[in-house]
C-alpha cells in the first residue's frame, strides 16, 4: 500500500494520481522497444561532436537564460525571428509553461479526447478546470463544441496522440478566427507529417505552436523542446518559466541537431514508409489502423484483442503501448521502429494467437 501523503501537501496534489511514462527498460535489456515514440536512429554525429567540444568554462558557469543559441539557429530553420521562440526542458515544460501563462486557477482549459494524458496532469498541479470534448467523426476537429467550453486556453496535439490523426492547419485556422483565448498546438510529431502551424503564427496572436527534438531529432534523452508564438506572448511567457530552463550543454547539442535537416529527414522518410508498410500489413492481417502523420501507430487488434496483445507481445521481449482507457481498451500504440524492429513486431504479432491462454494473461 502506498505510504499516506503528508498534510502538509496541497490537497490538490495529494488527491492527483501523477502522469505514468511508459515503460524504459535498462540500457542493457534486449527488447524491441515500440512504447514511448522515441526515433529508431540515433542523433547526427554532428549533435555528438558539439557535445564533445564542450569546455569546462561552459559548465563553470551558468548558461545563457533563454538558450539564445538555439533560438538563432531555429529561427533560421522556420523562417521566424527569434524573439517567437521560448526554449525548455523538452516540450512538457514547454507545455507546462504555456498552461502557467494562460490559465490561472479555476480556469478552464478544453481540449478534444483522448489525446495527450499529461495534459490533465498540469491542469490539477495549476487548479485548471479541465472540460473535454469528443473528437468529431473520424477525429476530425470539434469546433463548436470547443468554443461552447468558454474555454481560456485551448490544447490540440497535431499529430494527435495516441491517434496518430492530424487536423490540417486550416481547420485550427478557422477556430483561431473564431476563438480568442490561446490555442497551444502541441507539434510533438509534426515532423513526420504534411504540413505544420507555424505560418499561423504569425497571422494569429493566439496560436502558440509547441515542438520537441525528442521524436524527429532523436533526442528525447537530452530534453529540449521549444515554443513558437509572436513576440508579445513569448515575452510573457518568458516570466513564467524556469529562470534556466536549458542547461549549456542541451543548448549545445540541440543547436547542431536542429542545423542538421539533412539528416534529420532522412529518418523522416524512412519513418513515413515503414509506417505505410506496417499499416498495411497489420490491415492483412486483421487489425484496423487509424491514418497517422506521427511516428506511432494506433492500431485495433481482431476481436478487441488489445490487451492480450499487448501482454503476449511483452511475453516475447516487444514493447508497445496500451491505455486502460474508454474507447482505446481494444487498441495498442505502435512506434515506428527500424525495419528489423517492425520484423520483428510483425513476426511477434503473427506468433500471437488470441486463444485461452493470452485471455487469461489479460485478466491477470
Ligand atoms: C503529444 C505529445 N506532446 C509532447 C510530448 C513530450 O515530448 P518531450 O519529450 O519534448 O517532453 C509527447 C511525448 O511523448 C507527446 O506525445
Known amino acids: 500500500m502506498p505510504a499516506m501523503a503528508p498534510k502538509f501537501v496541497r490537497s490538490s496534489v495529494r488527491e492527483m494520481e501523477g502522469y505514468t511514462p511508459g515503460e524504459q527498460p535498462g540500457l542493457g535489456e534486449r527488447v524491441v522497444k515500440l512504447n514511448t515514440n522515441e526515433n529508431p536512429f540515433q542523433p547526427s554525429p554532428k549533435v555528438m ?14 548558461p545563457n537564460p533563454g538558450g539564445d543559441q538555439f533560438r538563432e539557429a531555429a529561427a533560421k ?23 502557467l501563462t494562460f490559465c490561472g486557477p479555476g480556469d478552464v482549459l478544453a481540449y478534444p479526447t483522448p489525446t495527450y494524458s499529461l495534459y490533465p496532469v498540469l491542469a490539477e498541479i495549476d487548479e485548471v478546470k479541465v472540460v473535454t470534448v469528443d473528437w468529431d467523426n473520424h477525429w476530425s476537429l470539434p469546433i463548436d463544441a470547443l468554443l461552447a467550453t468558454k474555454a481560456r486556453a485551448i490544447f490540440l496535439a497535431n499529430p494527435n496522440a495516441p491517434s496518430g490523426t492530424f487536423v490540417s492547419p486550416d481547420k485550427i485556422e478557422e477556430l483561431a478566427n473564431k476563438f480568442t483565448g490561446a490555442i497551444v498546438v502541441d507539434e510533438a510529431y509534426v515532423d513526420f507529417a504534411e504540413e505544420n502551424c507555424v505560418p499561423l503564427v504569425s497571422k494569429y496572436e493566439n496560436v502558440i505552436v509547441s515542438r520537441t527534438l525528442s521524436k524527429a531529432y532523436s533526442l528525447a534523452g537530452l530534453r529540449f523542446g521549444y515554443a513558437v508564438a509572436q513576440p508579445s506572448v513569448i515575452r510573457e511567457m518568458n516570466k513564467t518559466r524556469d529562470s534556466y530552463p536549458v542547461d549549456a550543454i542541451s543548448v549545445v547539442a540541440a543547436t547542431a541537431a536542429i542545423l542538421d535537416q539533412e539528416y534529420a529527414k532522412v529518418s523522416w522518410d524512412h519513418v513515413k514508409s515503414e509506417r505505410a508498410r506496417l499499416t498495411g500489413e ?7 489502423v487509424l491514418p497517422s502523420q506521427a511516428n506511432f501507430i494506433l492500431a485495433a487488434a481482431p476481436g478487441g484483442k488489445g490487451k492480450e496483445a499487448y501482454l503476449g507481445l511483452k511475453q516475447q521481449g516487444i514493447l508497445v503501448r496500451y491505455f486502460d482507457k474508454p474507447g482505446l481498451g481494444d487498441k495498442i500504440r505502435i512506434t515506428v521502429g527500424t525495419s528489423q524492429e517492425n520484423n520483428a513486431l510483425l513476426g511477434g504479432i503473427r506468433a500471437l494467437n488470441l486463444t485461452e491462454k493470452q485471455a487469461e494473461l489479460a485478466k491477470a
Not at 523562417?79 to 507546462?96: C, H, Y
Open 77 to 99: 530553420v522556420l523562417d521566424v525571428t527569434p524573439d517567437m521562440i521560448l526554449t525548455g526542458n523538452g516540450s512538457d515544460d514547454v507545455i507546462a509553461v504555456a498552461l
Open 49 to 62: 561532436q558539439a557535445i564533445r567540444e564542450i569546455e569546462p568554462e561552459m559548465l563553470r558557469r551558468y
Open 282 to 288: 497489420l490491415e492483412q492481417m486483421g487489425w484496423s
